[in-house]
């Protein structure tokens, strides 16, 4: 009925498919390999160009010193910092103050009152200075509580950190520990404005 000579084009084509996906994928690999060479080699030529570049200085026969081409980057003039006798005073917000005295170039002693409908709180104490505008207190609130596994100031200290600038103390609480000194919706944080000098 069918003639037994014939060629199936079916089994033909499905074979040469094979070989048009492989060979496409052997092309794809290729470019691939060849485009990766050619990024490594730019690189590394631009990598190399750029190190054998020196910088030209000019030199002006007028002058005796040399000059460089680029102008160099500005560096800009820090702003004076407080030196560590002229920080005592009073310092006020709207939620309480902060009273330093006894300014030592090591420590200083302080004492801050805040408050608000939501309650008050009061510490004073001893700051150390890490540097002319920087302080810390690191005190353990109860000797008793710190070393009671079931309260909540268990191994804990009050940690305050005090940045002077500019006429104003900013006062960070670092540590729930603090609590120890005011009540629950109130806290030392704030910035403080020189209301008065000593």
């Known amino acids: 009925m069918y003639p037994t000579d014939q060629h199936d084009p079916r089994a033909a084509s499905g074979s040469s498919t094979g070989w048009n996906i492989a060979l496409g994928v052997l092309i794809g690999i290729v470019f691939f390999l060849f485009m990766g ?3 490594a080699v730019g690189y590394w030529w631009g990598y190399r160009s750029a190190a054998n570049q020196n910088t030209q200085v000019q030199v002006n026969t007028q002058s005796p010193t040399p000059q460089q081409s680029a102008s160099p980057t500005p560096v800009p003039t ?3 910092s407080p030196t560590p006798t ?3 005073g009073k310092y006020k917000n709207s939620s309480g103050d902060v009273e330093i005295s006894d300014v030592t170039e090591k420590a ?4 801050i009152g805040v408050g608000s409908s939501g309650g008050s709180g009061a510490v004073d104490g001893k700051a150390v200075r890490t540097t002319s ?3 810390t ?3 353990i609130p109860d ?5 009671d596994p079931d309260s909540i100031f268990y191994k804990k200290k009050c940690k305050l950190t005090f940045r002077f600038s500019e006429g104003k103390v900013r006062v960070s609480e670092d540590d729930y520990a603090c609590s ?7 806290d030392f944080n704030g910035t403080f404005a020189i209301a008065k000098k000593k």
């Open 86 to 88: 002229d920080i005592a």
């Open 133 to 135: 505008t920087v302080a």
């Open 180 to 186: 120890y000194w005011h009540g629950a919706q109130v």
């Open 78 to 80: 820090p702003s004076p």
């Open 108 to 111: 200083f002693s302080f004492s």
């Open 37 to 39: 060479l050619a990024v």
């Open 143 to 147: 000797e008793s509580l710190y070393n």
């Open 137 to 139: 207190f690191l005190q």
